[in-house]
C-alpha cells in the first residue's frame, strides 16, 4: 500500500492524542456509578468513525450499553470486513498499585518499550487496540486505498460478559453479514516475534456461597461445635484439585479436546523461556496440572481458579467470630468442544453434593462463553500472515491463548465466518492489572499492518 509509513509518521502526535483523550473516560462497564461515561465513550466512538470515514454510524440501543456501528460500503461484490472491538475497560482497583492515576494518560519507557508506552485502564485492553482499526480506517479512506467493504461493530459490555451482543448479533444477521471478523483483543509472543492468536478459551464463571448457623457466632463459645462456613467453604475449594492438580468434578475432562504428539511438538516450537517468565512474576517455581507445560496449561488445557474469597472478619485487629456466612467467585477457563453451560452444571450438582451435613451450599452462575479455534489455512488467516510478514519481516506463529472472548463462538455460529485475531498487546503490558500499558511501537505497528489484511484478503478472495 502506498505511503501507510510516512501517513503514519505525519500523523502519529494526533494518532496518539486522539487515543489519549479516548482513555481519560472511565468506561467501567461493571460499575453504574459510571454509567454516563461509559455512554459517552460510545458517542466518542461514533464521531471517530464518520470522522474516519464511515458512511452512517448509529449507536444502537440494547438493554445495557450501546453497541457502536458504522459502515461503508463501496462495492457489493467486493468482500466485506466487520471489525469487532469494545470501548468499556476493566475496574482499575486496587488503585494504590497505580504509579499514576488510571485515567490520567502519561507516556513512559520501560525496558519492553523504549519508545514509549501509554500508561492508563484500557490503553491495550481494547481501548488502544480497538482504536488502530479506526485510524486503520482513516488512512485507507484518505488516501483512496479501502479495497473492500468494511463494518465496525464496537461494543460496551465485553468485560461484564457481551450480554446485549449476543442478542444484537442474533437480530441482525442480515446486517452484520461478512467475509471475515477481524478483532484486536488479544497479545502477540513479543515485538520481535509476531503471533497470530488461533484460539480463546472457553469460561464459566460462578459465585458460591456456604451457609451455617443463622448468625455470626462467639468462636469460643461456639467453635468446634457447628459448621464454620469459611473452614467448609476452603475445604471445599481445596478438593477441586487433586495432587496431580487434575480437576476433581466428574465428568469436566470428558469432552475435552485431545491434541495429537505432533500438535504439541508444533506447539512447543514457539520461543518461549520459562526462566524469564519466573523472573517476568517473582516465582521461583511454575505450577499447574501435571504432564504438561506451561504453554499448554495456560491454552489448551481447562483450568479452575478462585478470583475471590471473603466471609467473617476482616477489618483490623482481631475478632473472634464463626461467619454465618463465605462467599467464592470461581472462572474455569474451557477447551474447545467442552460446553460452557454444561460444565456450569456439573460444577453445580459436584460442588452442592460434596457440601456436608450442618451447611448449605448455593451456586450462581455469573456467565461464560464457549472457546475458538480457528484453522491457519483459512483466506482470513493466510491475509494476515501476509500483512505480518510485511511489516514485521517475519512470519507470525499462530499461538492459542489462554484469555477468552466469548463472543467470537457466537460470531462463528450466527454469521458464519471466521474470525482472525490480530492482537499487538503483550502478557506484560498488564491487562486488568495496575499500570495498564500499551507500547507506541505496538499501537503504530498495528495501525501499519491492518491496512495490509484489507488488501490481501480482497486480492485473495478473486
Ligand atoms: N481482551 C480480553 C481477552 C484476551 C486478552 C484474550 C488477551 C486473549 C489475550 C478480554 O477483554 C477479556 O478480558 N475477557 C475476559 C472474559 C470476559 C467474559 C470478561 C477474560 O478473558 O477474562
Ligand atoms: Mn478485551
Ligand atoms: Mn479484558
Not at 494504590?96 to 494518560?105: K, R
Request: glycine fraction near 8%; charged fraction near 25%.
Amino acid at each position: 500500500m502506498k505511503n501507510i509509513k510516512s501517513y503514519i509518521d505525519e500523523h502519529k502526535d494526533r494518532f496518539l492524542n486522539e487515543l489519549i483523550e479516548l482513555l481519560k473516560i472511565p468506561s467501567i462497564s461493571a460499575d453504574s456509578a459510571y454509567k454516563n461515561d461509559v455512554l459517552r465513550t460510545a458517542e466518542i466512538i461514533k464521531i471517530s468513525l464518520e470522522k474516519a470515514g464511515c458512511d452512517s454510524v448509529e449507536i444502537c440501543e440494547t438493554e445495557g450499553y450501546p453497541i457502536v456501528y458504522g459502515e461503508k460500503i463501496i462495492d457489493s461484490n467486493l468482500p466485506t470486513v466487520l471489525v469487532y472491538g469494545h470501548y468499556d475497560v476493566q475496574p482499575p482497583d486496587p488503585m494504590d498499585l497505580w504509579d499514576s492515576p488510571p485515567f490520567e494518560p502519561v507516556i513512559k519507557k520501560t525496558d519492553i518499550h523504549p519508545e514509549g508506552a501509554i500508561f492508563a485502564r484500557g490503553s491495550c485492553d481494547d481501548k488502544g487496540q480497538m482504536y488502530m482499526h479506526v485510524k486503520a480506517l482513516e488512512f485507507m479512506t484518505s488516501t483512496n486505498q479501502l479495497p473492500c467493504n468494511v463494518k465496525f461493530m464496537i461494543e460496551g459490555e465485553e468485560e461484564v460478559g457481551s450480554k446485549s451482543l449476543s442478542g444484537f448479533v442474533k437480530k441482525n444477521q442480515e446486517k452484520l453479514k461478512n467475509d471475515v471478523i477481524l478483532i484486536s483483543d488479544t497479545g502477540m509472543i513479543a515485538k520481535d516475534v509476531p503471533s497470530i492468536t488461533t484460539g480463546l478459551r472457553g469460561l464459566s464463571y460462578v459465585e458460591v456461597e456456604v451457609t451455617g448457623p443463622n448468625r455470626d457466632l462467639h468462636s469460643g463459645l461456639y467453635g468446634g461445635a457447628v459448621a464454620n462456613p469459611i473452614n467448609i467453604l476452603t475445604k471445599m475449594i481445596a478438593s477441586l484439585h487433586d495432587g496431580n492438580n487434575h480437576i476433581t468434578i466428574p465428568g469436566f475432562y470428558d469432552k475435552v479436546e485431545n491434541l495429537s504428539k505432533e500438535e504439541r511438538a508444533e506447539m512447543a516450537k514457539a520461543p518461549f523461556s520459562l526462566e524469564d517468565y519466573k523472573k517476568s512474576l517473582d516465582i521461583d517455581a511454575v505450577y499447574g496440572e501435571e504432564g504438561y507445560t506451561t504453554n499448554e496449561r495456560n491454552s489448551i488445557r481447562p483450568t479452575l481458579d478462585v478470583n475471590g474469597i471473603w466471609g467473617g472478619y476482616t477489618g483490623e485487629g482481631a475478632k473472634t467470630v464463626i461467619a454465618s456466612k463465605a462467599y467464592a467467585k470461581i472462572s474455569m477457563r474451557l477447551v474447545p468442544n467442552q460446553d460452557w453451560e454444561e460444565i456450569t452444571q456439573l460444577f453445580k450438582s459436584h460442588f452442592e453434593g460434596i457440601a456436608p451435613k450442618g451447611v448449605t451450599v448455593k451456586v450462581t452462575p455469573h456467565h461464560g462463553g464457549q472457546g475458538y479455534v480457528t484453522p491457519i489455512n483459512s483466506l482470513g488467516y493466510k491475509a494476515a500472515a501476509k500483512a505480518y510478514t510485511d511489516t514485521f519481516g517475519k512470519t507470525p506463529i499462530p499461538q492459542r491463548s489462554g484469555g477468552s472472548i466469548p463472543i467470537v463462538s457466537l460470531f462463528e455460529q450466527e454469521l458464519k465466518s471466521k474470525t482472525i485475531l490480530m492482537g499487538f498487546g503483550l502478557d506484560s503490558d498488564a491487562i486488568h492489572s495496575p499500570n495498564e500499558h500499551f507500547g507506541i511501537w505496538n499501537y503504530l505497528k498495528g495501525i501499519e499492518t491492518i491496512p495490509l489484511f484489507y488488501k490481501y484478503f480482497t486480492e485473495m478472495s478473486k
